[in-house]
């Protein structure tokens, strides 16, 4: 069972910057696709960004495009979410979430992930 653990979150005021993680204890995420997804209150849950396990490619919501950026550590087992010009409405628990990489399968944005984070609170406010 791959145990995922979001951090970073928290207050900022429009147009800052955080960087959320997403981390496991004792195994890689490079083979893992990984799927940052959001859930503001009253709303769906929805994907912002991912990267694949096969060969690395990120995908991006086209609301979150040129702000947000997703990377991988190996070294400390993690994937980060930068997240930059942030608006009011990036406002939302941050999850992410992971699934097998499989060859020539490419990340998506929709759910179909497997394992689950806890979130971490974005809140975005001047």
């Known amino acids: 069972q791959l145990q995922l653990v979001e951090s970073g979150g928290g207050l900022v005021q429009p147009g800052g910057s955080l960087r959320l993680s997403c981390a496991a204890s004792?195994?890689?995420?490079?083979?893992?696709?990984i799927g940052w997804f959001r859930q503001a209150p009253g709303k769906e849950r929805e994907g912002v960004s991912c990267?694949?396990?096969?060969?690395?490619?990120?995908k991006y919501a086209d609301s979150v495009k040129g702000r947000f950026a997703v990377s991988r550590d190996s070294a400390q087992r993690a994937v980060y979410l930068r997240v930059n010009s942030l608006k009011p409405e990036d406002t939302a628990v941050y999850y992410c979430a992971a699934r097998p990489g499989r060859l020539f399968r490419l990340c998506e944005l929709s759910l179909d992930y497997d394992y689950w984070g806890q979130g971490t609170q974005v809140t975005v406010s001047s």
């Open positions: 990267i694949s396990g096969s060969d690395g490619s990120t």
């Open positions: 004792r195994v890689t995420l490079d083979y893992y696709d």
